[in-house]
């Protein structure tokens, strides 16, 4: 059972790290390509940088929500999964 454990903890924080991973790169694709388009835009009608920085920055926050959502699902994958008390007793924490 312990080794199932730990073979299970290996598992999912491996899967943590990748799906980080993963995230992170989409997103920052995606601002990217948001900022770059907000910026051409602003620069072929500068009297709607207003907007475009309002709508810029809306959209930015909806994709960055993204990347907290995997860093929470990836710290659930770590800290909260059934096997929790097995593991900690395989590695002396918590006594």
Do not use: D, W
Request: proline letters at 2%.
């Amino acid at each position: 059972m312990e080794a199932a454990a730990l073979q299970f903890f290996i598992a999912c924080a491996t899967a943590a790290g990748f799906g980080i991973a993963i995230a992170a790169f989409g997103c920052g694709i995606g601002q990217g390509m948001g900022l770059k388009s907000a910026v051409e835009g602003i620069a072929r009608n500068p009297e709607s940088s207003g907007k475009v920085t309002v709508t810029m920055l809306i959209g930015l926050a909806m994709i960055e929500s993204l990347a907290i959502y995997a860093l929470v699902v990836s710290l659930i994958l770590i800290y909260a999964h059934p096997q929790a008390k097995a593991i900690a007793a395989l590695l002396g924490v918590g006594h």
